[in-house]
């Protein structure tokens, strides 16, 4: 598949859109698969919202339910925070 010029974020609803679709074939009913995104912002709760609309609009097509989000605050390998 050709991908030409594609935004960061076209690509990640591609992939994403591609994972939700693909879980929903591979597991069981009440399956949970975990689907992250890397967001550059310092304060997520702003945002809480729209991620998870976002994702449940992502899932629509698919029987899998968006009900929660979790953050986890990613460093970067080498940044001196601990990988443990």
Same mark, same amino acid.
């Given at each position: 598949m050709a991908l030409g010029h594609m935004t960061a974020a076209k690509y990640?609803?591609? *992939?994403?859109?591609?994972?939700y679709e693909f879980a929903d074939k591979l597991f069981a *009913?009440?399956?949970r &698969?975990?689907?992250g995104d890397r967001l550059p912002v310092q304060d997520?709760?702003?945002?809480?919202?729209?991620?998870l609309a976002s994702?449940? %609009?992502q899932?629509? &097509?698919?029987t899998l339910?968006?009900? %929660?989000?979790?953050?986890?605050?990613y460093q970067e390998v080498?940044?001196?925070a601990s990988t443990c």
């Open positions: 990640r609803l591609l *992939v994403q859109n591609a994972a *009913v009440g399956g &698969p975990q689907v997520i709760e702003p945002m809480r919202a729209e991620l994702h449940a %609009d899932a629509a &097509p698919t339910k968006v009900t %929660d989000t979790a953050f986890l605050e080498g940044s001196g």
